[in-house]
């Protein structure tokens, strides 16, 4: 970083004195102590006052990113370390006229802050400038008229807005321009998730992954529009993983994920320091559900899955139904429960043990749901899903699965492609309920 500083327009100049000139050359070659790295900001603003002659302006922004990538290896607390050290050119330094540091995250518990002169703090649940953290819509309506693309306000509105900071609504302005961007060169364009690429996500896997009891239900519920009434933390700490639930949640709606939802969206006011969080738009809603399904893939293919496929080629149900309904149990539903949601989590539970999975596999009369093949033994197992509104309508649902199979020959079409054993399984849901019989 130091490669800015010409040395030879400072040695015909003057200002700089020898010894300075020596420390940036060993800063430059790496070969300064550590001492000298440690001041090496600090170190870097007085040159630059001594050369332009006045106070330096610092703009510091994601300040905390090393942090987050450090908890995420494991060496948070050699992260602070240095980083104390690189903030310190904010304590009693004359060489600087103010600064701006911007990131998620204050800290203050990890006192890198500490000793440093009028610190002024706004955050995304300040009043102060809150308008100026995103755009406001009535940035984005002018952006759309100017680009005559104002017939795409609702689906950047879905996607991108639905930040509250303060007393605002913001939408994400990267996202927005992004977009914008996009459909000037395709006016079909679809939505992406233009923020996914900018940050690490790290964090929506770790808090997924927690042992926490309650967390799959507030995941469920925020996945499926609704909201969560959780205290926020102010002061926080990066190193995440040994934190108490509530400094997650806290993370998550410092780093974007989550936002406050408008007061008149709850039927109840929350108690003093909590905050009632939703997920804010369709773009993170979609991060969110691509680390549930790493999270359950990771989480499938790390478990034990014999008495699984021991029952499915023994035909045996009963062992079967357990096994799904205890899965099911802990899995994480952003579907509503629809059969869409079935289907994956089975296609995902039956895979990558060295079988092959084919979902809508197209035979005979029609598609079944899935078949999974055991090519080296001849055998096949044949399953046809259904979903129902009622715990009782459970066993007659997979009554008529099995009639399905029957009717449309899906079955008979496996054998005549060379298994020998073919099973038949209907399988039906209810919320987290199953139910199977076989034939």
């Not at 790290?202 to 927690?210: A, E, K």
């Not at 079409?413 to 199977?436: E, N």
């Amino acid at each position: 970083m130091f490669r800015g500083l010409s040395v030879s327009e400072n040695k015909e100049r003057g200002k700089i004195h020898p010894l300075d000139k020596e420390t940036i050359l060993r800063l430059i070659r790496h070969t300064a102590s550590r001492t000298e790295f440690k001041n090496a900001f600090s170190f870097l603003t007085r040159m630059l006052s001594v050369h332009y002659g006045k106070p330096v302006i610092l703009l510091m922004d994601e300040y905390d990113v090393p942090l987050a990538n450090a908890s995420a290896k494991g060496y948070c607390n050699e992260m602070l370390i240095v980083l104390r050290g690189i903030l310190s050119v904010l304590k009693d330094n004359p060489a600087l006229n103010f600064a701006v540091v911007t990131g998620c995250l204050q800290i203050i518990k990890e006192s890198i802050f500490t000793g440093t002169n009028n610190f002024v703090s706004d955050t995304i649940s300040d009043t102060r400038l809150d308008e100026y953290f995103g755009f406001i819509q009535t940035d984005v309506d002018r952006i759309l008229q100017d680009t005559e693309l104002t017939g795409h306000a609702d689906e950047i509105r879905e996607w991108y807005d639905g930040y509250r900071f303060g007393r605002h609504d913001v939408y994400c302005p990267w996202d927005v321009m992004n977009h914008v961007n996009h459909l000037l060169l395709d006016p079909s364009a679809p939505p992406a998730g233009y923020w996914e690429h900018t940050s690490r996500n790290d964090i929506i896997y770790q808090f997924i992954s927690t042992t926490q009891a309650d967390v799959n239900d507030k995941f469920e519920a925020l996945l499926s529009g609704g909201y969560i009434i959780e205290p926020i933390e102010p002061n926080l700490t990066y190193d995440v993983l040994h934190s108490p639930e509530k400094n997650l949640w806290t993370l998550l709606y410092f780093t974007g994920y989550l936002t406050k939802t408008q007061p008149e969206n709850i039927p109840e006011i929350p108690a003093a320091g909590n905050f009632a969080l939703t997920i804010p738009n369709a773009e993170i809603r979609e991060l969110f559900k691509k680390s549930v399904n790493e999270w359950f893939l990771a989480k499938t293919e790390a478990s034990d899955r014999s008495e699984l496929f021991d029952a499915l080629w023994n035909g045996d149900t009963e062992r079967l139904k357990n096994f799904i309904n205890d899965t099911l149990f802990d899995t994480i539903s952003y579907h509503g429960y629809k059969e869409s949601f079935y289907h994956a989590f089975l296609a995902g539970l039956l895979s990558q043990k060295g079988f092959q999975v084919e979902s809508n596999y197209e035979n005979s009369l029609g598609r079944s749901d899935i078949v999974v093949k055991d090519r080296k033994n001849r055998r096949a197992a044949v399953i046809e899903t259904k979903i129902t509104d009622s715990e009782h309508k459970l066993a007659q649902a997979c009554e008529n699965a099995l009639e399905q199979i029957s009717q449309k020959q899906y079955a008979a079409a496996v054998k005549k492609s060379g298994y020998q054993q073919v099973a038949s399984f209907g399988i039906a849901f209810y919320q987290k309920q199953c139910w199977m019989k076989g034939a």
